[in-house]
């Protein structure tokens, strides 16, 4: 099983006229990523931002800048993504017209490759590409708003992914995004996650650095 344990504090909750500040709070909790959420207000209800953001937080930060498109068509968009300073660049089984393509246009810019199922989505579908990717990131609330519930029913998805990932040999990352805080990260921790995706419940508190502590402590 891949040991790795990651904090990835999501900026969707964070004060975007503070960026910087922000973004040292969570450094100094020890963070691991910085996760941008890309809505585009068509394949999810919502609308956020785009990779002049991106460009911001890269120059904010050392740490790896992990970019979740949940966007129609994503393939028009990589390579301004990749561009902006994305070290993983993760698009929506859902979202894509041709997957293998798309990966292998993410592979182009040199940016490691992500792909994510939403909630209903059976971890089963990505059985043909999961070699050739980096991360699988697990949507365990229904994607396009943030302080949203975990569903419970995405830990059985988080143990399937293990079990693909060990039958196929791989070493790919499992991301899961959507209520990750005290109270449901251990639970994520142990089905087996490595990448732990936290908005509200770092952001939203009255000490940014002592919320990512705290979770870290968790797993």
Not at 125 to 138: E, M, S
């Amino acid at each position: 099983m891949n040991k790795i344990k990651y904090i990835a504090p999501s900026i969707l909750s964070a004060d975007l006229s503070n960026l910087a500040q922000q973004i040292r709070l969570v450094e100094l909790g020890g963070a691991n990523w910085i996760h941008c959420d890309i809505m585009d207000g068509h394949f999810v209800p919502n609308l956020t931002f785009g990779p002049i953001l991106v460009k911001a937080v890269r120059k904010c930060t050392k740490l790896p800048v992990d970019v979740h498109l949940m966007i129609e068509d994503p393939d028009k968009f990589i390579p301004q993504f990749a561009k902006a300073g994305a070290d993983y660049l993760t698009v929506h089984y859902e979202a894509v017209h041709h997957l293998d393509r798309s990966i292998s246009l993410i592979k182009d810019f040199g940016v490691k490759v992500g792909v994510s199922i939403n909630p209903a989505t059976p971890v089963s579908l990505l059985k043909n590409i999961i070699k050739k990717i980096d991360l699988l990131l697990i949507m365990s609330v229904n994607p396009g708003f943030g302080g949203q519930s975990f569903i419970e029913y995405s830990i059985n998805k988080i143990e399937e992914a293990v079990k693909l990932r060990e039958d196929n040999n791989t070493d790919f990352l499992i991301e899961v995004d959507g209520g990750i805080n005290n109270n449901t990260i251990e639970l994520v921790s142990d089905a087996g996650c490595n990448v732990f995706v936290a908005g509200s419940s770092i952001f939203e508190t009255d000490n940014i650095t002592a919320a990512v502590i705290e979770l870290k402590q968790k797993i």
